[in-house]
């Protein structure tokens, strides 16, 4: 497994596979590598003959007052975790590599980012979008590969290279949990003891939401009020948001009458968290 820090080693390693006729699979990251990432390294190692992941803080997706600065880094433990994982490739770029002086083009979407994540941080998917479209101009990899606990971002990369011609197919994979059921993320170890336990709140809404849902609720609002009003029961969790989606157009809707995402966002103390489900993965076909 090899550690590059260009562009240009980049665009030489991946072109060297192509003259071999190699196929090539890419899992993008901000590093801080937990076993939700290995799978999707996993996935893209069983898939393709080559895999490349990219491991960079992306400062443009990050808000004034986000956490840019402590977001948690160990390029050591990262590279150990690829290699393990029959990672090929390990791209972590310094910002000044991927936004050189002077830098002033944008990736921008409408529609799909006005709600939920889109709606609470406003430069967020805008940053996403430009640094993907620029990582998937370095690598130019057959398959990329997404987790679903990001559902948003799924959506809005999927929209991005189909309106754009990107060729390169994206793969949308489950999210991994902890024992307990709360969603694996970098974010975790911002977590106190106490806030941990709190944490549990996102996964044990879900749950009641997708059970809601499996029994046959199609109100969303009825969906939507059972997991707020158990979250919060939670002294430590703020709810920045839990809608229900068209997965489409990720416009909310009030009745589970199409394919849905039923996405939230919660402060645990000062951490803000995470989680979903699709009614796709949960429903049995035809509904
Ligand atoms: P991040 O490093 O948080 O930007 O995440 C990089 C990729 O890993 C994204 O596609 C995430 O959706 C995915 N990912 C993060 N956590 C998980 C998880 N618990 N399960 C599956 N995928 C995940």
Not at 5 to 30: D, I, N, S, Y
Not at 162 to 182: F, K, T, Y
Not at 221 to 234: L, P
């Amino acid at each position: 497994m090899k550690i590059v820090k260009t562009v240009k080693e980049v665009r030489e390693q991946v072109a060297q596979w192509r003259r071999q006729g190699l196929r090539v699979g890419f899992v993008p990251t901000m590093g801080y590598l937990h076993e939700g990432h290995a799978s999707l390294i996993d996935r893209s190692v069983s898939e393709n003959d080559r895999t490349v992941v990219s491991d960079f803080v992306n400062p443009m997706q990050f808000g004034p007052t986000e956490d840019l600065q402590t977001y948690p880094r160990d390029l050591a433990h990262d590279a150990a975790l690829v290699e393990a994982h029959g990672g090929d490739l390990l791209f972590n770029p310094e910002p000044d590599e991927m936004y050189h002086e002077g830098f002033s083009s944008y990736v921008d979407m409408s529609v799909l980012t006005e709600e939920l994540c889109g709606l609470s941080r406003p430069v967020h998917f805008r940053g996403v979008c430009t640094v993907v479209t620029k990582l998937f101009n370095i690598v130019q990899p057959d398959n990329a590969y997404f987790g679903k606990k990001d559902a948003q971002q799924l959506a809005i990369i999927r929209h991005m290279v189909d309106d754009l011609n990107i060729p390169v197919q994206i793969v949308g994979c489950p999210i991994i949990r902890e024992a307990d059921g709360l969603a694996k993320s970098s974010r975790n170890t911002y977590l106190s003891p106490a806030e941990r336990t709190a944490a549990l709140v996102l996964s044990q809404a879900v749950k009641i939401g997708s059970d809601m849902v499996r029994a046959g609720t199609v109100e969303a609002a009825a969906v939507i009020g059972a997991m707020k009003e158990h979250i919060e029961a939670e002294p430590l969790a703020k709810i920045d948001y839990v809608k229900m989606v068209d997965v489409a157009t990720m416009q909310q809707i009030t009745v589970l009458d199409r394919p849905a995402l039923c996405a939230m966002a919660v402060y645990i103390g000062k951490t803000r968290l995470i989680d979903n489900f699709f009614t796709q993965d949960i429903l049995p076909e035809g509904n």
